[in-house]
């Protein structure tokens, strides 16, 4: 299974995005684009990015009726995408839906992965905010299988949860996983960081890394580094 360095372009517009890439005159790393980027920039920003040789992971988390996802999902498939998401929480109706949407006429189509719930969400406000009683672990884990029935190819979540999610869900589901920080880089707003190397012994397949490479000195070097960690090459 191919695992990878993904890199999260969390730039506020195109020119500043395409900027930062041209620094990379090696290698044309896989990149995440995210909601900011992808509505200041539009979608020509993907046609650009896959133009100049990345894969794109669009994390745009798309939640709402099965029959708009489905439809949305038809849109982003177009682009040419390689990795999609969705909230699990929209039902595994919504997910089965934006498969359906995802699929091409020839069979392919872009991963598709679910976010179980956002790393910003915790006990509290899962019990006064959305009336679950269940912990949150146990929440996450029956997401991350929901995701699995649908048919999906595997769940964001923290590194901390990888092993977990593929005792669960097997080994071939796909865990992408952010919160990733070098042993000597500081965690910025981010609670439960590791290493690459940890997160591979983790059993992570992608990680998400952003600051540590896009605020680096060197950003190519700090990408090589973290392939290195990683995938030990
Ligand atoms: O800069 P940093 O490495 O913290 O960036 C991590 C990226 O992963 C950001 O784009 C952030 O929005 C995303 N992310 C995250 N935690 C989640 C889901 C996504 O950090 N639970």
């Known amino acids: 299974m191919a695992k990878d360095v993904i890199i999260a372009c969390d730039f506020a517009g195109e020119e500043e995005t395409l900027k930062f890439l041209d620094q990379f005159t090696e290698e044309r790393p896989f990149v995440k684009i995210g909601m900011e980027l992808f509505y200041s920039a539009g979608p020509s920003i993907v046609k650009k990015l896959k133009d100049r040789g990345h894969p794109v992971f669009l ?35 919504m997910m089965k ?22 790393t910003s969400t915790d006990q509290e406000a899962l019990e006064k905010d959305l009336l679950i009683y269940e912990p949150i672990e146990t929440v996450v884990m029956h997401y991350a299988l929901n995701a699995k029935n649908a048919g999906l190819d595997g769940v964001v979540c923290s590194p901390l949860e990888a092993g ?8 071939s589901f796909l865990t992408v996983t952010p ?41 190519a070097a700090a990408y090589r580094r973290c392939v290195k960690e990683f995938l030990g090459r």
């Open 59 to 93: 994390d745009l988390k798309l939640h709402d009726i099965p029959n708009t996802v489905k439809k949305t999902m038809a849109v982003l498939s177009s682009l040419d995408v390689d990795i999609v998401n969705l909230h699990a929480s929209g039902t595994t109706a």
């Open 97 to 118: 839906a934006a498969l359906e949407g995802l699929t091409r006429p020839d069979g392919s189509r872009p991963l598709l992965i679910a976010v179980t719930q956002l």
């Open 164 to 171: 977990r999610v593929h005792e669960v869900c097997g080994e």
């Open 179 to 219: 919160g990733v920080r070098f042993a000597d880089s500081k965690a910025d707003d981010q609670k439960r960081v590791m290493t690459p190397e940890k997160a591979r012994e983790a059993g992570s397949d992608y990680i998400v890394v952003g600051r540590p490479i896009t605020q680096a000195e060197d950003p």
